[in-house]
Each structure stands twice: as structure tokens, then as C-alpha cells.
């Protein structure tokens, strides 16, 4: 009875059994939750060739597809700002360099230092102290501005200033 089975498999043409295969039906019978759940996700990753995969990225396309403004508007800005080490950062200043980089003598020009020396020394030190006091309001409110901007605050709500300093405006 052995030798009747090789007869009978050679006697089924296998390509007519599989055309009459209904596929849908087959795949609609998958339990494919618990397939998944019979895959080792790790082995699975761990046959995956990174450098091979990222080979064939492009990067170019991934980037051209990035929203910045949106990427930008998801960044918790106040949490960034928290982890800056200010310490760490001024260390990293060169306060040499800095002022090797200053041009003296346009500053001297705009102050008018020799008709500030004919008023006395006192007056000397009043105004380039207030020269310096002006610019660096100037660049605070810039910065004031970027940084406000960044956190997404409405102008008309920031305040002036500290509350010990601004005087409250009365409603009219």
C-alpha cells in the first residue's frame, strides 16, 4: 500500500490545486494578533542591519519633509533654558578676545571723550557708564523680545519691567 501514495501524488497536478486556492479565504483565516504575538521583536531587530538601512535613507527627503515651525512649537522651551549652565557658558567666554575685538576708537568717537574730559572726571564716568547703560538696555530688549517670541508669549501681556521698578499704569 506504500507504493500506491508516490502514484497518486504524481498523479495531482499541483498547479491546478493551488489555482483553485481561494487566497482571501486562506489569509482571512490567519489569526494574525497572535502571530504577531509569537514574533520575538528582538531577535527581530537584532537581524536588522542599521548601517545598511540608514544607507539607504535620504536624508535630504526626510528633511525636506520636516515641518520646522511645527517641529519648533513642540519644543518646551522654559525646560531647554533650565538645563543651560550659565556658569559653564560664561567660563567659555574668552574676555580677551572680547575685548581685542572692541574698536576703542569709534567708541572714544561717539562719546566725544575730549569734550566729556573738558566737563570733569565725574561727568566722564556719568556718561560712558550711561552710553553702556543705554546699549545694553538695547540688546536686553532684544533679547527680551527673541526669548518671548520663542515662548510664544503676547507682547501686551508681558510687563514693563519688575514690579518694583514700573510704576502701575491707571486705567482710563
Do not use: H
Amino acid at each position: 500500500m506504500g507504493a500506491v501514495v508516490p502514484e497518486v501524488v504524481d498523479a495531482v497536478d499541483v498547479d491546478d490545486v493551488v489555482a483553485r486556492v481561494d487566497v482571501g479565504s486562506v489569509v482571512g483565516r490567519v489569526d494574525v494578533d497572535g502571530l504577531v504575538r509569537r514574533v520575538e521583536i528582538n531577535d527581530l531587530l537584532d537581524r536588522v542591519d542599521i548601517d545598511g538601512l540608514l544607507d539607504r535613507v535620504d536624508l535630504e527627503a526626510v528633511l525636506a519633509r520636516v515641518d520646522l515651525d511645527a517641529l519648533l512649537a513642540r519644543v518646551d522651551v522654559d525646560a531647554l533654558l533650565a538645563r543651560v549652565d550659565l556658569d559653564a557658558l560664561l567660563d567659555r567666554v574668552d574676555l580677551d578676545a572680547l575685548t581685542d575685538r572692541l574698536d576703542l576708537e569709534g567708541l572714544v568717537t561717539r562719546v566725544r571723550i575730549g569734550g566729556i574730559v573738558a566737563r570733569g572726571t565725574g561727568e566722564v564716568a556719568t556718561g560712558t557708564l550711561d552710553l553702556f547703560r543705554r546699549q545694553i538696555v538695547g540688546i536686553d530688549a532684544v533679547i527680551i523680545r527673541v526669548v518671548n517670541r520663542l515662548l510664544g508669549r503676547d507682547p501686551d501681556t508681558v510687563p514693563e519691567g519688575p514690579a518694583g521698578l514700573v510704576t502701575p499704569v491707571e486705567p482710563t
